[in-house]
């Protein structure tokens, strides 16, 4: 009877086990759903990297943690971000067999040590890194290519890592690796859009910047001829030099204003707008009109993609179709902000080549192509009105998510 009963409370333990490993198990899962679904908002890799550290070392309830990303030229994992390690893990590489991350590296499995101290190689000489008792490490894989280590450790001696506690963190790094590259491929379409916006800037110096500095070459070297022969009159064509010099430093600063950031911060999206439409009177005495209708407060990336449209329209419509007026339209409403540009210069065909008589207008399906890549990036659309010899009109329109009007914005638009 008693041992009936022994083993009646033995089997009830079990139970009581495995149902306290299936709570933790499901409160773990349920944890991991809410970091993944954070860490997917996160497209600054390096922010990425931090935070995806911090919510390992709670998930595992850890003390110590690092995540470090494959360097092919190096051939080692060089650690981009560190919870209660030492900053000088960021300069060490970490080649097959050099430390934990070294060891997986080279193994492309999970690894769990019991025994930290005693079972890796510890490259630095440190306090923290001597207090690691027990450590789990697994790869991180990304469409069957390694492209990173996710390191964790503890300092408690109640707490040893296990298999369970490796296949958590192997699942959390499936995630992280979606995460990773998402911020990766993020981070080179800005830096492709840079680019892009550099190139488009060098060719703009090389067709009317170049070309005005050569023309200035010529006209100064016929009027130092007229000056040294003393037989003709350099007047006018120092008139001639004097206007080109004019043209050429008028479109080396729109040039260097395109450089600048946009000047949003602490202004507000119409405030820039109207700067910008004064200096482009200023620069090519033109009339630029600049209206507004509704109020709310706009995201940043949103001011910034519309500005950017702005400023390429306006370009396109002194540059290419050589306008005399422009009206700017920006209308903002609960879900959504519609910017329009119409000029009256030259026009083109829509469906095909810009018509124009000056021979550099194609350069403006270019400023077409980056203007509507910017709508479409924030889930919008740019459509395009243009007839030959009767002008064109962009229209931008962009949806709002999550925003809500607030007269307490300062940057709110009135």
Known sequence: MVATLD????QLA?????????QRNLQQLITLLSLTESLSRELDLDALLRKMVVNAVELLDAEQGAIGLVD?????????????????LLHIDFAEGVGLSGQVYAARHPVILSDYGSQVHIPLDDEAMRRIRSAVSVPIWWQGRLIGVFSIGTSSPRRVFDERDAELLSLFAKHAAIAIENARLYGEAERLAHLNERHAIARELHDSVTQSLFTIMLLADAARNYLRSGQEDPGVTIDLLYQAARDA????RALIYQLRPAPLEGEGLI???????????????LSVEV????????PPQVEDALFRIAQEAMHNAVKHAQARRIAVEL????????LTVADDGYGFDVAGTPSSPQPSVSRAGLGLISMRERAEQLGGSLLVNSVPNSGTQIEAWLPLRGEVEDDAYPNAYR
């Open 291 to 298: 209206r507004q209708s509704g109020v709310r407060h706009l």
């Open 331 to 338: 209308r903002l409403t609960d879900v959504d902000v519609t």
């Open 7 to 10: 083993g009646l409370a033995s």
């Open 72 to 88: 092919e030229e190096r051939h080692a994992i060089r650690h981009k971000a560190l919870y209660n390690l030492p900053e000088a």
């Open 14 to 22: 079990q139970r009581d086990q495995q149902i306290a490993d299936l």
């Open 271 to 285: 405030t820039a707008m109207r700067k910008l439409a004064e200096a482009t009177q200023v620069r090519h005495g």
């Open 249 to 252: 430093l008028s479109e080396m």
